[in-house]
């Protein structure tokens, strides 16, 4: 009894090595000398110019539903009509209008921004790379900057979307469509994202993953000695594949330490729950946030721009837009084999 018991608990063990590494060894980039040359469009000193723009005074600190986070909003969707980077066929103003209603009382009507890149192959499939564009705006006569959360999510995707648009005008269009995701009301409680969800661009199974950028312009006190990380939260809740993707992407491209410490489901701090990606995951799409931890400047007026390291912010933009090109660009669609 004990020892058939074993039997088969190694087994099973076995078995699951040998799915792991079957998955390994289909995933590859065939397509590397491009993916390197685009990604070195992605630079410390254009992020630095987004997140300097974002933050201004007249944003005021972009909460939800006000001037300034309506200003932000406009500032990037004007970025995109100069990159000549399209809307989405829906929302062709790049604004996804969510009525006043859809937040508590005291939260005016707001807007998710959305850019779109069609994709070649399989335009109906999609990826969805997003970052809250609102922050906490002013508390006590002082604003609330937020160049950290999430400036420095909001300009990775910004430099994103330019180097996919690049590639596409010299010919080398994704497979699948990609949607750039500027999510209002994150900080008042993932509202953006949730609208998002309800009201996708195309079904919403047919969105293959969910990137999501939170906070990667700063470095931890865990990493104060080695800032050369990121955490990656929930590659591995929904698809197996997707966790080695990322995990291929950085051996390939990046070499960045991938420091899976709030992944665990046990983790105190539950930031799997606490942005955007949640609202994905909830839906069966497989997500990672990429996040690079608290710091003392966190939620305080002191989120400023000039305390990011905008070499680490392009290292950790360059790894998202690897990953995010395989996932546009695959053979299949990422393979969802786990339930939340
Ligand atoms: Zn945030």
């Not at 809250?132 to 937020?146: L, M, N």
């Not at 900080?187 to 199974?205: A, V, W």
Request: charged share 25%.
């Amino acid at each position: 009894m004990t020892l058939s018991l074993i039997l088969v608990g190694s087994c099973a063990t076995l078995s699951q090595k040998e799915k792991i590494t079957a998955i390994k060894i289909k995933i590859a980039f065939n397509d590397k000398e491009i993916v390197k040359k685009y990604a070195s469009t992605i630079t410390s000193e254009e992020l630095k110019v987004h997140v300097y723009d974002l933050t201004k005074d007249e944003f005021n600190g972009r909460m939800t539903g006000t001037k300034g986070h309506n200003a932000a909003c406009a500032f990037i969707r004007d970025y995109y009509i100069n990159e000549k980077i399209s809307a989405p066929p829906k929302d062709d103003d790049y604004f996804q209008e969510i009525p006043k209603s859809y937040f508590s009382k005291k939260i005016n009507a707001s807007q998710n921004v959305i850019a779109y890149l069609k994709g070649k192959e399989k335009p109906e499939e999609l990826l969805v790379i997003s970052g809250h564009s609102d922050h906490e705006g002013v508390i006590d006569g002082e604003i609330y900057y937020g160049a950290d959360d999430n400036g420095s999510g909001t300009s990775a995707i910004m430099e994103i979307a330019q180097a996919f648009k690049m590639a596409y005008d010299d010919g080398y269009k994704p497979k699948r469509s990609i949607a750039f995701l500027h999510a209002t009301g994150e900080e008042i409680g993932l509202y953006g994202s949730r609208y998002y969800t309800e009201h996708p661009l195309f079904p919403i199974e047919n969105t293959v993953a969910n990137l999501n950028i939170d906070m990667v312009g700063r470095v931890d006190n865990r990493h104060s000695k080695n800032p050369n990380y990121i955490y990656i939260i929930g590659s591995d809740r929904l698809s197996t594949e997707l966790h080695y993707i990322s995990e291929a992407a950085n051996a390939t491209f990046s070499d960045l330490e991938l420091d899976y410490k709030y992944n665990s489901e046990n983790d105190p701090n539950r930031y799997f729950q606490r942005s955007d990606h949640y609202n994905f995951a909830l839906k069966g799409v497989p997500t990672i946030f990429y996040f690079n931890g608290v710091h003392e400047d966190y939620t305080k007026p002191t989120d400023t721009a000039d305390k990011l390291n905008y070499k680490l912010l392009e290292k950790r933009t360059r790894l998202i837009f690897s990953t995010a090109w395989y996932l546009a660009n695959s053979e299949k669609r990422v393979v969802v084999d786990k339930k939340l």
